[in-house]
């Protein structure tokens, strides 16, 4: 054989390459180029043996990864020299076990696609309106994975056997769901069923009577991909109010689910950035501007100038967003401060009494995923809440971990991150960390993560805050190096990481409050950072938080604070004051003394302290709501800034009260909430601009990473980026990282993995 100039290889293909169609796409493109061999899966990714004439056999190999199908993401192909053995054709192998130091990657579940949706509106088709069609290109993964390698049987589809007609499909290397593991049709596959409140079985179809309830004005319950929603007409306010009730006085906005992009055109203002993340295949929740006459009621997102809206993700969604033809909030299943429901018992118990019927089906979830939050900056995805549709797929880095990484990320809208080789895996949204049933999902998602990625971790990486669970969490763990990372420099490294970027750089970190070295609490923060080290170059002025937990809750204790440091306790003659006459002396008192008022230098609290001023919002249900309903003030139309002193220094300190006293001055002028928003937010930008000037200047460094949850604010993000362009700096933003503590857990694993290399 070797004579005639043919050729055999041996070819591993690693990265996102199981459940996407990787098999059935390297079949096809065997017949392109004519080459002969086998294909089949391993824990480490996908093998082949291929053999044929050398031209063909290096197009062919080419194509691994230039042809790759849509969700596949191919990392690394090595092509070895074997000797030829003559075989005819090219087939599908069985899938080999066993340990690999690298296990191939678990998709993220995927929106379906146009071929399914076409087969769910055919009436001649055999899965015409089946709730859980899916193909290779298409439908649930990592939410119902259960084990390594990612086959049928490591699913929760195990519970289903492929009738005759599917098991054609599946093996057919012609069909478009050869080898989708989860195929299934109204014959074999899962099957929904509609229950009442008490969880007896309603006759009908499930759809129709689910579709009934909501134009009654009933909460629905719907079990989905990543867990159970809970379902009113956008436009039915009693509707939406009745559920803001149930779900212990929620005060979030909720997210609509539109049939179709041109229904979502009529809720929001969609530009071409929107559109395209809108129907991309992780379909995330979009928050765009919401339309005047956008038919939805006011308590569906009170407050707000952005609306989050989605387009159906799985055929269930579709078929009630075509039967009912409007709009739907779609709110995860949980009572606020809970993890969402995913188990069908579980659910039913914990939405007793929230809901008035329940549409589900049975097919097991075996990972809770919230949907996705993203917004747009600048025509690009800027990921608030990164969970359904994005995790698992790894982050990847240009520098090795050397050994396994846990880091264990932050306490408010927890997520972790597990790293090995040069991947780092962030994991779906988990919550805040304060009741036993998050904390209990952290802990059970930790042991999968390192299951699905053959991570067994060395190194613990945590927050320097003693009281996260997320740090007791890991002190629990014996046998492992554990390193305790800053929370701001874990911050700039995540945004770091996201960039390759080894830094250093002028770190930026604006976030609600994390525990800096010097034991006070930080949360604006100028740093000279690597991913070794920082210093902490510059700081917001900081200011105490009477109350402490309570000046979180109350943005008007801020106010407070900071209005007597001006005015040297003498009660100010604004509303604000007027409205906490009775405790603000009391509370100015509190922050004079420093007697249960810890220091902070947070961004967040000054915008807190800001919103209270100008009458935004005294008291907050939700973390982070003040600063959001501050931003959707800004108006557009003023350009005004207030001045605020940069005070040289080491570190150097931007003057918050500065921003503060103007913003007060203009409040007692009369001056409308939109202008003195839009101020404030211009007057910080312009000070952190001015402050990163002067450490470029100090220290040589042209790039600044952003980060923190404060720069989800894109009107401060586009202020803070284009002073700092018009300086000429480089400047780092987050995209598909959150920059907020959802993103924080990536940047401790790369800041442990430094420590570990050095
Ligand atoms: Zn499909
Ligand atoms: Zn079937």
Redesign the pocket.
């Known amino acids: 054989m070797a004579g005639t100039g043919v050729r055999r290889v041996r070819v591993r293909v690693e990265g996102l390459v199981q459940g996407v169609g990787f098999r059935p796409f390297v079949c096809g493109l065997a017949g392109t180029y004519g080459v002969s061999g086998f294909v089949g899966n391993d824990p480490g990714g996908v093998f082949i043996e291929a053999e044929g004439e050398p031209g063909r056999l290096e197009a062919f190999t080419a194509g691994l990864t230039g042809q790759a199908p849509p969700l596949a993401l191919v990392e690394r192909v090595s092509v070895e020299a074997a000797e030829p053995v003559g075989e005819p054709g090219f087939r599908i192998v069985p899938s080999r076990r066993g340990e690999r130091p690298n296990p191939a990657l678990v998709p993220p579940d995927a929106g379906t696609c146009a071929a399914c949706l076409r087969e769910l509106r055919d009436p001649g088709d055999r899965r015409h309106r089946y709730a859980f069609a899916n193909c290779t290109d298409c439908g649930p993964r990592f939410t119902i994975v259960t084990g390594v390698p990612y086959d049928r049987c490591a699913t929760t589809m195990a519970d289903f056997a492929?009738?005759a007609?599917?098991a054609r499909e599946y093996g057919d290397p012609g069909d478009r769901r050869f080898h989708a593991q989860p195929v299934?049709?109204p014959?074999?596959?899962p099957e929904l069923r509609a229950l009442d409140a008490a969880g007896r079985p309603v006759p009908g179809d499930p759809v129709e009577v689910a579709a009934g309830w909501l134009e009654e004005g009933r909460v629905v319950a719907v079990k989905g991909l990543g867990g159970y929603h809970l379902a009113v007409l956008a436009a039915d306010g009693i509707a939406v109010a009745t559920l803001r009730a149930r779900k212990r006085r929620e005060s979030r906005p909720f997210a609509v689910l539109a049939q179709d992009v041109a229904a979502a055109g009529r809720l929001v203002h969609l530009g071409w950035a929107a559109e395209r993340l809108l129907t991309g295949t992780p379909r995330p929740i979009v928050l765009a501007p919401r339309r005047r006459d956008a038919p939805v009621a006011d308590a569906v997102a009170p407050g707000a100038r952005d609306l989050g809206v989605m387009l159906p993700y799985t055929p269930l969604h579709h078929l009630l967003a075509d039967r009912l033809a409007a709009p739907y909030v779609l709110t995860s299943g949980n009572l606020t401060d809970e993890p969402i429901a995913h188990h069908d018992e579980d659910a039913l118990r914990r939405l007793a009494g929230v809901a008035d019927g329940f549409l589900v089906h049975d097919r097991r979830i075996e990972a809770p995923a919230d949907d996705s939050l993203v917004r747009v900056f600048r025509g690009r995805e800027l990921v608030v809440r990164r969970s359904r549709g994005y995790a698992p797929a790894p982050v990847s880095v240009p520098w090795r971990f050397s050994r396994p990484v846990l880091a264990c990320g932050a306490q408010l809208k927890n997520t972790f991150c597990v790293a090995r080789g040069d991947q780092a895996f962030l994991s779906q949204h988990i919550g805040d960390l304060e009741s036993y049933e998050t904390l209990r999902l952290f802990t059970e998602s930790v042991e999968r993560f390192c299951r699905l990625f053959g991570v067994r971790p060395d190194v613990v990486a945590h927050d320097l805050h003693p009281e996260y669970l997320s740090t007791a969490y890991a002190r629990d763990r014996t046998g492992v190096d554990l390193v305790a990372v800053q929370h701001h420099h874990a911050h700039v490294a995540s945004c770091l990481a996201e960039h390759g970027h080894g830094g250093p750089v002028i770190g930026v970190a604006f976030d609600g409050l994390g525990l800096g070295d010097d034991g006070t609490l930080w949360g604006g923060e100028l740093l000279v950072a690597d991913l070794l080290s920082y210093r902490r170059a510059g700081h917001l002025e900081a200011v105490p938080m009477p109350g402490g937990a309570a000046a979180v809750r109350q943005p008007w204790r801020m106010a407070a604070a900071w209005l007597d440091r001006l005015h040297g306790g003498a009660l100010p003659d604004l509303a604000v004051a007027a409205r906490h006459r009775e405790q603000w002396p009391v509370v100015a008192g509190m922050a004079r003394s420093g007697l249960n008022a810890p220091l902070t230098s947070s961004a967040g609290r000054l915008f807190d302290a800001v919103a209270a001023i100008a009458g935004v919002r005294d008291v907050i249900g939700y973390e982070g709501q003040a600063a959001a309903e501050l931003e959707a003030r800004v108006d557009p139309g003023e350009r005004g800034a207030y001045p605020a002193r940069v005070i040289a220094g080491e570190p150097l300190v931007i003057a918050a009260s500065d921003l503060v006293g103007a913003a007060a001055e203009d409040v007692a002028a009369g001056v409308d909430a939109g202008r003195i928003a839009a101020r404030f937010h211009h007057g910080l930008a312009a000070a952190v601009v001015r402050a990163v000037t002067i450490l470029g200047e100090e220290t040589g460094l042209r790039t600044v990473a952003l980060s923190g949850g404060v720069f989800q604010n894109t009107v401060l993000l586009e202020a803070v980026v284009s002073g700092l362009e018009r300086e000429r700096f480089r400047v780092l933003t987050h995209s598909r990282v959150p920059p907020g503590d959802g993103g924080l857990a990536l940047g401790q694993a790369v800041i442990a993995a430094a420590h570990d290399r050095r």
Do not use: L
């Open positions: 492929m009738c007609a599917c299934c049709c014959a074999c596959g």
